[in-house]
């Protein structure tokens, strides 16, 4: 299996990554990337060294769990376990890794009969994609929102000015494509890059009705990253989170960018990009994926409360007592609806074992409530702490000014490091730029909350509720009012 060595070495391949308007000449050295590619190597060779990671494939040989097929309820047990072998190395924060677009080609390599509705030979392409995914243990990332200022109207016509990505050729070879998307997270430091669009398109919209995956040093296509957060950090014992796991946002921006026919899964299809995503078994898979992430994340951020009430000598306190048992209770309802979706999975039409969608589009539907509710507790319990911090490691080891901290701060040198180091990590999980965007990121992370709230609504199965309370409504009626003492008119 694919080694840390080889997936950094694979980043030196000529893509264009552009930040503060220049082109990166190294990802894999810059410092806006050096943490997080590490973390992900990390990902890798936990992955190559444990054999518990390690499961066989009819069809493709040994590979990755997080990237297997589910065919049993048993199989989504081994990927979850597999899943969260590895989300625990970033503790949750590492929110778009290799597993979550994998989820998704998992979900598309099942039912290659549907792709080939849209024109012969799709399906294979798919196959043959998801192949290469787990035979080398790829990194395929995604994006599939249009830009902002194509407003309410994501693929509107190419003469309005939208600048979603869409055809502008067609050739023997392939399909040419010209504009730009969000949001890319990984996508400078990934192997693939997968383009779609997630939101719902209309007839005669199919210019950007399309679906295909590129190497990301594909030429023509370029990624302008944010800011990045690992950059100017004093340490990773001041910014243990941003130094880490800062995987980097992008605009994708695709330049008369050629995609070969063999790369194409959807063309000019608006049902076909709708059904890749929601008739396969494909955005369930992924967003499975994204709950036990998440769910691995708030335990971690559960367990960093405890830590800061017991330094603070405040865990027996009753309103403590009372904010933790909160947290446990937002944790555990994210860990049991991922239980619940698995428990109650079914087979789909193309044999894939579906997590039960009531349950887990539940939990989506509460996400962007749930995840800054738990921050805010953690503020509470934190006080002052994470504000009264030193203003660097430095000023734990300088002559100048170690003996006033140890002094003043603490109750010993020990507990003056240890301290220090739990209050700068609850910063960066709560109050640094790094925790801001991810604040933002777990609101959104779905997409706007009436569009979590939609899926859980559609996918919940409203004719049960309906149909009990039907059946109570009909179990009386004015008639029998004046004969019944229980349903006599009140007094």
Not at 348 to 373: A, H, T, W
């Amino acid at each position: 299996m694919r080694t840390g060595t080889e997936y950094v070495a694979s980043l030196c391949d000529g893509r264009d990554v552009f930040i503060d308007g220049r082109r990166v000449d190294d990802v894999a050295t810059h410092p806006a990337f050096v943490g997080i590619v590490a973390t992900v190597g990390q990902l890798y060779d936990t992955a190559a060294g444990t054999p518990e990671m390690h499961i066989g494939d009819p069809d493709h040989g040994t590979i990755n769990r997080v990237h297997m097929t589910p065919r049993s309820i048993e199989d989504l047990r081994i990927r979850r376990e597999a899943i969260t072998r590895w989300a625990r190395l970033s503790n949750g924060f590492l929110g778009r890794s290799p597993d979550h677009v994998g989820s998704f080609f998992a979900g598309f390599a099942s039912a290659p009969a549907l792709f080939d509705q849209c024109r012969d030979g799709f399906g294979e392409n798919v196959r043959r994609a998801y192949a290469e995914i787990v035979r080398d243990d790829l990194y395929a990332s995604y994006t599939v929102i249009p830009p902002q200022n194509s407003g309410l109207n994501p693929g509107a016509a190419t003469t309005s000015g939208v600048t979603q990505v869409g055809v502008v050729a067609e050739t023997d070879a392939g399909i040419v494509v010209q504009g730009t998307q969000m949001l890319a997270t990984g996508g400078a430091i990934s192997d693939r890059l997968f383009v779609s669009c997630l939101r719902p398109l209309s007839p005669g919209q199919e210019d950007f009705a399309v679906s295909f995956m590129i190497p990301v040093a594909t030429r023509g296509l370029k990624l302008f990253c944010r800011r990045p957060y690992a950059v100017g950090q004093p340490s990773a014992f001041d910014y243990p989170l941003s130094s880490r796991f800062d995987e980097s946002d992008a605009m994708a921006v695709f330049d008369r960018v050629f995609v070969p026919w063999e790369n194409v899964f959807i063309y000019r299809s608006v049902g076909g990009v709708h059904d890749q995503f929601h008739r396969t078994a494909a955005h369930v898979l992924a967003n499975t994926q994204a709950q036990i992430r998440l769910t691995v994340k708030l335990k971690f951020l559960l367990g960093l409360a405890v830590h800061v009430s017991e330094a603070n000598e405040r865990s027996v306190a009753p309103s403590v007592q009372d904010k933790l048992g909160e947290l446990a209770s937002l944790a555990s309802v994210v860990e049991g609806m991922v239980l619940a979706a698995e428990a109650g999975a079914a087979l789909d039409e193309f044999g894939v074992c579906k997590p039960n969608p009531r349950f887990l589009y539940g939990i989506m539907g509460l996400q962007s409530e749930l995840y800054p509710r738990v921050l805010h507790i953690i503020r509470e319990l934190s006080g002052a702490g994470v504000i009264g911090t030193t203003s660097s490691y430095r000023d734990l080891v300088s002559p100048e000014t170690h003996g006033d901290l140890t002094r003043y701060m603490a109750k010993s040198e020990a507990d003056l490091e240890q301290r220090m180091k739990l209050f700068k990590l609850v910063w960066d999980a709560i109050g640094s730029e790094f925790a801001g965007r991810h604040h933002q990121y777990e609101i959104f992370y779905a997409g706007a909350s009436e569009v979590a709230r939609g899926y859980s609504r559609r996918q919940y199965g409203l004719d049960e509720p309906m149909a009990l309370a039907q059946e109570f409504l009909d179990g009386y009626d004015v008639l029998g009012a004046a004969g019944d003492p229980q349903l006599a008119p009140m007094a």
